[in-house]
C-alpha cells in the first residue's frame, strides 16, 4: 500500500519537518531565554503548530527539552570526532583542532553553548541528563590520555579536563569570565596539551 501523500509531500515526511521545527524553536528559546521559557504553548506559538502536532512528536515539554538538549550534544560529539578523526597526528595540531570545532559549537552559536553548558544548572531534568551524558565526552578525552598513567589516571585526568573546559566556556558565556575569544581558545589549547603531554 502506498504511503499518503498531502500536496506531494509524505505524510511521515511533513511530521519530520515540524519535528525539526519544534526542536529548532525549543534550542533557540533554551538558550536565548532560558529552558523556563520553553513550553508546549510558547513552542507550539514559535513555530505556528497546534499542540495536537506537538503531541504526535513528544509525550510533553521535558521530552521535546531533552531531545533538543541532546540534539547540541550529539552535534558536539560529532565536531570532536570528526575534529580528532580528520586532523594531524601531531599532539598539538590535534588539540587545536579539536577545541577549535567546539569553540566554533558553542560561541559562534552561543544558544547551544548556554543550552549545552548553562541551563542543565537551571534545569532538574536536563541537569540530571547532562550527567549521564558526561561519560560520553569523557570517553572521548580519555581516549586521547594514551600517555597518562593506567585506565584510573586517565579516566580521573579526562573528568577533571572535561569539566574544566566546561567551566571555562560557562563562564565566558555566562559573562563572569571576561577575556579575548582568542586567548580563551589558547588557555584551553594548553590545558588539553598538558594533559595529553603527562607520562
Request: proline fraction near 3%; glycine fraction near 8%.
Amino acid at each position: 500500500m502506498a504511503e499518503r501523500s498531502w500536496g506531494g509531500t509524505k505524510l511521515a515526511d511533513r511530521r519530520a519537518a515540524r519535528r525539526q521545527v519544534l526542536l529548532d524553536v525549543a534550542e533557540r528559546l533554551a538558550g536565548e531565554e532560558g529552558c523556563a521559557a520553553v513550553t508546549v504553548r510558547s513552542v507550539c506559538r514559535e513555530a505556528r503548530l497546534t499542540d495536537r502536532y506537538f503531541y504526535e512528536s513528544f509525550t510533553g515539554r521535558d521530552d521535546l527539552l531533552l531531545a533538543a538538549f541532546e540534539r547540541v550534544a550529539d552535534e558536539a560529539r560529532g565536531a570532536l570526532e570528526d575534529a580528532v578523526a580528520l586532523s594531524d597526528p601531531q599532539r598539538d595540531i590535534r588539540a587545536r583542532a579539536a577545541v577549535s570545532a567546539f569553540v566554533a559549537l558553542v560561541l559562534d552559536a552561543p544558544h547551544k553553548g548556554r543550552l549545552l553548558l548553562l541551563e542543565p544548572f537551571a534545569d532538574p531534568a536536563l541537569g540530571a541528563h547532562s550527567h549521564r551524558l558526561m561519560p560520553v565526552f569523557t570517553d572521548l578525552v580519555g581516549g586521547q590520555l594514551s600517555g597518562t598513567g593506567d585506565d584510573i589516571d586517565r579516566r580521573m585526568a579526562a573528568h577533571a579536563l572535561v569539566g574544566g573546559l566546561a567551566n571555562l566556556f560557562a563562564g565566558w558565556l555566562h559573562g563572569t569570565l571576561d577575556v579575548p575569544r582568542e586567548r580563551l581558545e589558547s588557555h584551553c589549547v594548553e590545558l588539553v596539551l598538558a594533559a595529553t603531554s603527562r607520562e
